[in-house]
């Protein structure tokens, strides 16, 4: 387990940056996700992948050598109730596609909370046998709150139930949530941002205490996607300053 985490959290620098592509499992398909061959390049430039099973299979070459962690929870669309998920894929499954880790989605507070924790559970039962690690996602309501407090406990929550690591928002006061989480916290891109207020949340979020970023639609939907991740990475593994950052993604090449 520990040596399928430092594949992702790269022991160097302790931290990692993961290109999340796994937005179309409940209906969400923004932007550059349409063209599945757009994303390719940037690959190269992130520490892991998180994905479904389905994008692994179709969008990323079996010898391309980079840690995937494996979205393995499903359910309802975005039209619908997104906390009414259950896992639909089996650990054989992951361990065939030889996946790093595996990672589901809890939703503290939604209708289907006490599901969605018991899937976490089971997500963590199957990386204690196996050594596969599990992320919890704290995902969040339309109708919640995202401040330090409900992403605190809910990220709390996730490490109680012995989750290897979680990702969850960002928000004020971060050092709130991280300072009461006892395993890696990685936080969520989020919706799409101007490029610097992107890198400040990310300059932000590391300062505050979190081991890296999960970005997506920050990146494949910047106009200079290879700059844009390339500036991620020189504030979470180089500790370089905003402005430092920004430069990098400015002498990024226009689209991929």
């Not at 692994?56 to 359910?75: E, H, Q, Y």
């Not at 046998?129 to 919640?144: K, S």
């Amino acid at each position: 387990m520990q040596n399928r985490l430092a594949r992702i959290i790269k022991p160097k620098s302790g931290r990692c940056v993961m290109l999340a592509v796994d937005h179309g499992y409940f209906g969400n398909i923004p932007g550059a996700l349409k063209d599945f061959g757009d994303l390719s390049p940037l690959f190269q430039h992130a520490d892991a992948l998180m994905l479904t099973r389905g994008m692994l299979r179709s969008c990323v070459s079996a010898d391309f050598d980079i840690p995937i962690v494996l979205r393995v929870s499903a359910g309802a669309s975005m039209l619908k109730e997104l906390s009414n998920e259950e896992i639909n894929v089996t650990i054989e499954e992951a361990i065939r596609l030889n996946v790093s880790a595996i990672t589901c989605s809890i939703f503290v507070g939604g209708e289907y909370e006490k599901q969605s924790l018991m899937n976490l559970s089971k997500l963590v039962n199957w990386g204690q046998e196996y050594g596969i690690p599990a992320l919890a996602v704290t995902a969040v309501g339309r109708e919640m709150v995202r401040d330090y407090r409900y992403l605190g406990m809910a990220s709390r929550m996730a490490a109680e139930l012995g989750a290897t690591f979680v990702k969850t928002y960002y928000c004020d006061d971060f050092e709130n949530v991280t300072s009461i989480c006892p395993v890696p916290v990685v936080i969520a891109g989020g919706k799409k941002l101007p490029e610097k207020d992107a890198l400040q949340m990310a300059k932000n979020a590391i300062n505050a205490g979190a081991v890296g970023v999960d970005m997506g639609r920050n990146i494949f939907q910047s106009d200079k996607p290879i700059g844009m991740i390339k500036a991620v990475r020189a504030i979470v593994h180089e500790n370089a300053s905003v402005d430092e950052a920004y430069g990098i993604y400015q002498d990024g090449p226009v689209g991929l």
